[in-house]
């Protein structure tokens, strides 16, 4: 069995910061693409960001230079920094990993929420 735990969620000013935090454990043997997705209710989940084993990264545009994210492929962690942080990134946030070449695996959540 594989988990993955999100931490690093809070509250925060518009313009602030916060880092998440995604720790993979279980039964794994390689992970692939890590990401980090948001979700609104009643709206869909979204990707936010995506890095590959090599450190190739990919951004939602409404994120890009503000966002970044990065892993530790040696403790299988996988991190987002958020700064300039705004209300209408206000979301759960959830990590997920491509583990062992066949399944997928999210974490819990998170809920990040930024104030005007």
């Known amino acids: 069995q594989v988990q993955l735990v999100e931490s690093g969620g809070g509250l925060v000013q518009a313009g602030g910061s916060l880092r998440l935090s995604c720790a993979a454990s279980?039964?794994?043997?390689?992970?692939?693409?890590m990401g980090w997705y948001r979700q609104v209710p009643g709206k869909q989940r979204e990707l936010v960001a995506r890095?590959?084993?090599?450190?190739?990264?990919m951004y939602a545009d409404s994120v890009k230079g503000r966002f970044t994210i990065s892993r530790d492929n040696a403790k299988n962690v996988v991190f987002l920094q958020m700064n300039s942080l705004k209300p209408e990134d206000t979301a759960v946030y959830y990590c997920?990993?491509?583990?062992?070449?066949?399944?997928?695996?999210w974490g819990q959540g998170t809920q990040v929420t930024v104030s005007s």
């Open positions: 890095i590959t084993t090599g450190g190739n990264t």
């Open positions: 997920n990993a491509g583990v062992n070449g066949r399944y997928v695996y």
């Open positions: 279980g039964s794994i043997f390689s992970i692939n693409a």
